[in-house]
């Protein structure tokens, strides 16, 4: 009777495992596929950002939806999508890890270090 016992507990434990790893690998390639879909898109911004004109940005009347940001500290740059509900305070360099943060009056990151400001600031 242990040993009917032991087997079925075994069999539990193996369809257990077996689950687990499939979740384990189901989350892993989900992750993944966030991923490329962001350097996508990220991709396709910065396409979109070198076929513009500098004057016709200069001269758009339609608030930018991107900004690129500088690090004072390594001059990487990032194209990022500008926030349309908060202002972003905080940012870290992708490069150097600085933490980058408004100066002076500026409200947000963007207005500080970004080649446009945040949508508040656009519309003044």
């Given at each position: 009777?242990?040993?009917?016992?032991?087997?079925?507990?075994?069999?539990?434990?193996?369809?257990?495992?077996?689950?687990?790893?499939?979740?384990?690998?189901?989350?892993?390639?989900?992750?993944?596929?966030?991923?490329?879909?962001?350097?996508?898109?990220?991709?396709?911004?910065?396409?979109?950002?070198?076929?513009?004109?500098?004057?016709?940005?200069?001269?758009?009347?339609?608030?930018?939806?991107?900004?690129?940001?500088?690090?004072?500290?390594?001059?990487?740059?990032a194209v990022e999508k500008l926030p349309t509900e908060v202002?972003?305070?905080?940012?870290?360099?992708?490069?150097?890890?600085?933490?980058?943060?408004?100066?002076?009056?500026?409200?947000?990151?963007?207005?500080?270090?970004?080649?446009?400001?945040?949508?508040?600031?656009?519309?003044?």
């Amino acid at each position: 009777m242990n040993k009917g016992v032991s087997l079925v507990q075994t069999n539990r434990e193996m369809r257990i495992l077996f689950i687990c790893k499939n979740v384990l690998i189901l989350s892993v390639l989900i992750a993944l596929n966030v991923n490329c879909e962001n350097q996508a898109d990220k991709e396709e911004i910065v396409d979109k950002k070198q076929t513009e004109s500098c004057c016709d940005a200069e001269n758009s009347t339609n608030s930018s939806e991107t900004s690129e940001i500088t690090c004072p500290k390594c001059g990487h740059k990032a194209v990022e999508k500008l926030p349309t509900e908060v202002c972003l305070i905080k940012y870290n360099c992708k490069k150097c890890t600085t933490e980058l943060t408004p100066e002076g009056d500026d409200c947000c990151v963007f207005c500080t270090h970004g080649t446009h400001k945040c949508p508040s600031k656009q519309d003044e």
